[in-house]
């Protein structure tokens, strides 16, 4: 008996239909420890291997969209029929192609549907050419101590506001960069065009990447900017912030739901990118919740690797009895106290960085 002509049934066809129409057109199956997705589009059958060429991704649990079997985790997009790839946006910028995946020959016979498992045809690769050096090993280079002034504050870059928690910040820049020995750099969050998380984490484990995945979908992403002083040039980070409804900057969080893809390095691979660094943080705000705020931002940034010194962060607030924030602006700016205290910030940041880095 020829192998290559054995053919396997699938089921009925109407039946498979029907299935297939009320769950998106995809479904899996498998025959010999051969995870399959079948699919029905235009009269066509079609039967792919059900790992994705990127990441392995389930094309079982994405969606059919005009006869391509869309990856739910990254949205790589495969003919549902040959395995052929489409170029789209999500993997058009980092390959030269995203190859095909492996497709089984089909038949009817009757009102049945048969495949043939031993015909599976052969699997290309995709072939990557990413832009970017994101994704290199981190590796301090020679030089002074490096200090990053990170400021979460939202505001309209055409008509720029005054901030108190940013003032700060720059004023212990320039103090550090004049008095020690320290190269500065100030990075404003409200500058970057920086999109959302997408929640790929979400989806598995195994779609949070790094360098992240919306990086590699999108090269017009700012956040890029952000994974490259924090993971590959500073040695201290000084982030500022307000106090807004009792928690941090919005751009905060939108910075920290995107620095997932470090933190993810360490439960998949136990792999630490961020080593021998600091954080330290300066919060003002018109309301008294300065601890709570420190204590989440604090946690936060030791589960990414990060360091702190003793006293970790400069705060202020007027309190829930005194919010005239045009006095509070006025206070901020003639505040010898808080500008000298946020200086000192970075110079016990600076201290400790000198310790972990030898």
């Given amino acids: 008996m020829d192998e290559n002509n054995i053919w396997t049934l699938v089921g009925k066809t109407q039946e498979l239909i029907k299935e297939l129409e009320s769950n998106g057109g995809l479904k899996e199956i498998t025959f010999e420890d051969k995870k399959i997705v079948l699919s029905y589009f235009e009269n066509k059958w079609g039967a792919l291997n059900n790992k994705c060429n990127h990441m392995g991704g389930p094309l079982s649990k994405g969606k059919l969209k005009n006869g391509c079997v869309v990856c739910p985790w990254h949205y790589w997009q495969f003919n549902h029929a040959t395995g052929e790839s489409l170029t789209v946006e999500a993997s058009k910028h980092f ?25 599976q045809s052969k699997r290309v690769p995709a072939v990557y050419n ?31 506001r005054y901030s108190t928690s940013e003032e700060l910040l720059k004023s212990a820049l320039d103090q550090a960069s004049s008095k020690l020995q320290v190269e500065t750099k100030f990075l404003s969050l409200s500058s970057l065009k920086i999109r959302n998380c997408e929640g790929f984490y979400s989806k598995s484990e195994k779609a949070c990447t790094w360098p992240c995945s919306i990086t590699k979908i999108d090269p017009t992403d700012e956040m890029t900017v952000v994974y490259e002083n924090l993971v590959h040039w500073a040695d201290v980070v000084v982030v500022s912030s307000p106090i807004r409804w009792g928690g941090a900057s919005s751009l905060y969080y939108k910075m920290a739901e995107r620095l997932n893809s470090v933190q993810n390095q360490i439960t998949m691979k136990n792999k630490v990118l961020i080593q021998n660094k600091v954080v330290s943080l300066i919060i003002t705000g018109g309301q008294d919740n300065i601890q709570s705020v420190a204590g989440q931002m604090l946690t936060f940034f030791g589960e990414l690797g990060f360091s702190t010194p003793a006293f970790p962060f400069v705060a202020h607030s007027l309190g829930w009895s005194s919010e005239d924030m045009e006095k509070n602006m006025d206070y901020v700016k003639k505040s010898e106290h808080l500008h000298e205290e946020s200086f000192h910030l970075v110079e016990r940041s600076v201290l400790l960085a000198s310790k972990l880095i030898g």
């Fill in 95 to 119: 390959t030269s192609t995203a190859g095909s995946v492996p497709h089984f020959p089909l038949k009817t016979e009757g009102d049945s549907l048969f495949i043939n498992l031993s015909q």
């Fill in 130 to 160: 990413m832009k970017g050096n994101l994704g290199r090993e981190p590796k301090r280079e020679p030089g002074p101590i490096r200090v990053l002034g990170l400021s979460t504050t939202a505001m309209d870059q055409d008509n720029p």
